[in-house]
């Protein structure tokens, strides 16, 4: 993420970069970190981070990156976080061990959006950045890749429960990444000879044993045809224990699940049916914007005739007006701290107002007498000021104001009514949501 922005769900794929190495951060850190540091200014480009983030956020320099883990030093750890105030986004994790715990660096990297390394130089320093760290921070693993492939390998686990996936670590190799540094260990248990002849852009034995492996020129083109059945041959190679066809099948299937997918959403709900991808695991991103270019909400109606209006009933209608207005005002209590935009009451805030009560799943986890007591004549009142205010709608105000009415062009409008059935569930927010009676009441308003 970028400093400013919030670390919220990534709507784009992105590079995932995992290295696990041995350090002694017993040690003067300056002098440690000092590769680390020198190979990721030579390696970065333009995604090189300019903030430094521990208890205190700095410009980025060196040593403000050994004072931040100094500051956030407890007995066994310490960590700091590298960011960027422009992009690409880039959200990083350095955390170093110190004994009785072994002591190790431990580098979480992620860059968005993987079309970074849609060039094979980006690609290039970048290898030669993790080569030059794992020279000379002795690997457990180290990996790069498409961060939503990794999900579909459920990487790290593999299909293994936490206990064994702990207990085993990287025992064998489960996967196969566009990046790889294998530890001299597991080099040994597949075979060093083996390992090193496996059919890859690149293989290179490091002087520590360890072996470091690039199935394809270019990151970003790891779902391709191509780089895939380099991907299993490496894999199977390594894996002799593993048929082609059924590892080539697998990968040609993750490839499917994350084909770019346009999105073609009903017209009237299109501006809310965009924000929700970004909320299905990465992996799913695609498959979810396909179930919602198929997704037709019901026809509002929630609205009658002119001529089959229900007459205001109320002594006092300014009284009534008053009423809804102080209903209205709830909302905004309500919501003004997570959907700013609420103090407006735009069309734009009511896409807002659909958003934010769908992704808290709002309906499905409040009280429903409050729901139905506070919520509904909170929502349908705003809604009916913002069908008067943007739309030249009229208030008929009714006793019960379940029934009361906007009148918009040859239409009335039940904004109570509407509110009622968009509070019934998750998936009502969707069905009823105030976006779309907007956008209809709008093609009827003149």
């Not at 290898?127 to 000379?136: D, Q």
């Not at 770019?260 to 970004?278: E, G, K, N, S, W």
Request: negative net charge; proline residues 8%; glycine residues 4%.
């Amino acid at each position: 993420m970028t400093v400013q922005g919030s670390p919220g769900p990534m709507a784009e794929d992105y590079l995932r970069l995992s290295f696990d190495g041995a350090c002694n951060t017993p040690g003067v850190l300056e002098r440690e970190l000092a590769p680390f540091l020198e190979a990721l200014e030579a390696g970065a480009g333009e995604w090189m981070p300019d903030i430094v983030k521990g208890v205190r956020r700095r410009k980025y320099t060196r040593e403000a990156v050994t004072k931040g883990l100094a500051e956030s030093r407890q007995d066994r750890s310490a960590s700091v976080g590298l960011y960027r105030t422009k992009e690409p986004d880039l959200d990083t994790s350095l955390h170093l061990r110190f004994p009785p715990l072994p002591p190790s660096l431990r580098f979480s990297l992620k860059v968005n959006p993987l079309e970074v390394f849609s060039r094979e130089s980006s690609c290039k320093k970048l290898v030669e950045m993790v080569r030059t760290w794992a020279l000379h921070y002795p690997v457990t693993l180290a990996s790069a890749h498409s961060a939503a492939d990794r999900e579909l390998a459920d990487f790290p686990n593999f299909g293994r429960d936490d206990e064994t996936t702990y207990r085993d670590g990287f025992d064998k190799v489960y996967e196969l990444c566009w990046l790889n540094v294998f530890s001299a260990k597991l080099v040994e248990t597949v075979g060093r000879e083996r390992m090193l002849t496996t059919p890859a852009h690149r293989v290179e034995e490091l002087p520590n044993g360890s072996v470091l492996i690039v199935t394809w020129p270019i990151a970003a083109d790891f779902a391709s045809e191509a780089a895939r059945v380099a991907q299993a041959r490496a894999w199977v190679h390594l894996r002799p224990d593993l048929d082609f066809d059924t590892v080539l099948a697998i990968l040609r299937d993750r490839s499917a699940t994350l084909a770019p997918v346009a999105p073609r959403f009903a017209p009237d709900i299109a501006a809310l049916l965009l924000r929700l991808p970004a909320y299905a695991p990465l992996s799913q991103h695609q498959r979810r914007i396909a179930e919602l270019n198929v997704y037709v909400p019901p026809e509002p109606d929630e609205w009658l005739p002119l001529d089959a209006a229900l007459p205001s009933d109320v002594a006092e209608p300014k009284a009534a007006l008053a009423q809804y207005a102080y209903f209205a005002e709830q909302l905004v209590a309500l919501l003004h701290t997570p959907v700013p935009s609420v103090f407006k009451a735009t069309p734009e805030s009511l896409t807002d107002i659909d958003f934010h009560f769908w992704k808290e799943t709002f309906p499905d986890i409040f009280e429903r007498h409050n729901i139905d007591a506070i919520v509904v004549p909170a929502v349908g009142a705003y809604l009916g000021e913002v069908l008067v205010k943007h739309l030249g709608g009229q208030w008929l105000p009714r006793k019960q104001w379940m029934e009361a009415q906007v009148r918009v062009g040859d239409r009335v409008w039940l904004p109570f009514v509407r509110a009622h059935r968009y509070m019934r569930s998750t998936q009502a927010l969707l069905d009823h949501s105030l976006t779309q009676l907007f956008n209809v009441a709008k093609r009827h308003a003149y």
